[in-house]
């Protein structure tokens, strides 16, 4: 990590699950995985999946459109 710190793989893990949204965290958990690394690939996989089903994408009224999603997320993760 960035700050010099040694987290646990399971603790980053956990950490990056509960920041995804709930319909791609849940499809998350029921893959196997070992590293984050696997998680992230996971996710970023549902997520295409997810966005594919949608022919148009509407705003959802819960969600800020400056709140950043997948990549984005795993990124600030890394970095912190």
Known sequence: MRAGLNED????????????SHS???????????????V??????????????????TPSPHRSQTTPKGKEIFMILLRS
Do not use: H, M, S
Request: proline fraction near 7%; hydrophobic fraction near 45%.
């Open 24 to 38: 791609i965290a849940n499809k998350v958990e029921l893959q196997p995985y070992l590293l984050f690394i696997d």
């Open 9 to 20: 793989n399971v603790l980053t893990i956990a950490r990056c699950i509960q920041v995804l």
């Open 40 to 57: 992230y690939y996971v996710a970023i996989k549902i997520e295409k999946q997810l966005k594919g089903r949608k022919p148009f994408p």
